[in-house]
């Protein structure tokens, strides 16, 4: 389309809109605060569950670059998988597709034992140079992506009593109902 096509365009589209004056009005922010809750260890009556703590990366990957992602878990998934392991309380739990989505989304999955696990892995990434290249490769693949979610997952029962939380944190304490006498 032409530069004066275009232009005429703009112009009937703001006359349908009628003569009002452009206007800009304050943007007005929704705050939200803090009402973080701590990581609690898992009660060894949970042994049904995963683990205290999962982290979820969800991301998708562009078709053209799917064949080399699924070279890249092939090649180096079960490495990274046991090298975790010498980090205590941490488990790399896999990449997997996401059917339903078609065949360029995908979840990886880690799973921790507690605050101090995640810690540990962070200070054997550091310590590993093939580990640390390895794990920075899959996470390229999720940092490519611009809609991508990192997700914390804590098992739900852990979370039945939130008084504690409510009396460290006054964010949870404003959201938290007071005990029926």
């Not at 530069?3 to 005429?8: P, W």
């Not at 800009?24 to 898992?42: L, T």
């Not at 999720?142 to 964010?171: G, H, I, K, V």
Request: no cysteine; charged share 25%; net charge positive.
């Amino acid at each position: 389309m032409s530069r004066k096509a275009e232009l005429e365009r703009i112009k009937r589209s703001v006359h349908r809109q009628g003569n009002a004056a452009p206007s800009i009005e304050p943007i007005v922010p929704e705050i939200r605060s803090n009402d973080e809750h701590p990581i609690r260890p898992i009660d060894p009556d949970f042994d049904h569950l995963l683990g205290a703590i999962i982290v979820e990366w969800t991301f998708g990957v562009p078709y053209a670059k799917v064949p080399a992602f699924h070279k890249f878990l092939k090649d180096k998934e079960k490495f990274i998988a046991d090298a975790v392991g010498a980090a205590p309380g941490v488990q790399y739990l896999g990449t997997y597709w996401v059917v339903s989505y078609g065949p360029s989304h995908y979840r990886t999955l880690w799973r921790y034992d507690s605050k101090d696990a995640m810690a540990a892995l962070n200070t054997l990434l550091k310590s590993s140079k093939n580990l640390f290249d390895a794990v920075k490769r899959l996470r390229g693949f999720w940092a490519d992506d611009p809609s991508r979610q990192e997700l914390m997952y804590q098992p739900a029962a852990l979370l039945s009593d939130l008084s504690t939380d409510a009396a460290q944190n006054a964010f949870v304490q404003m959201v938290v109902g007071k005990p029926k006498a």
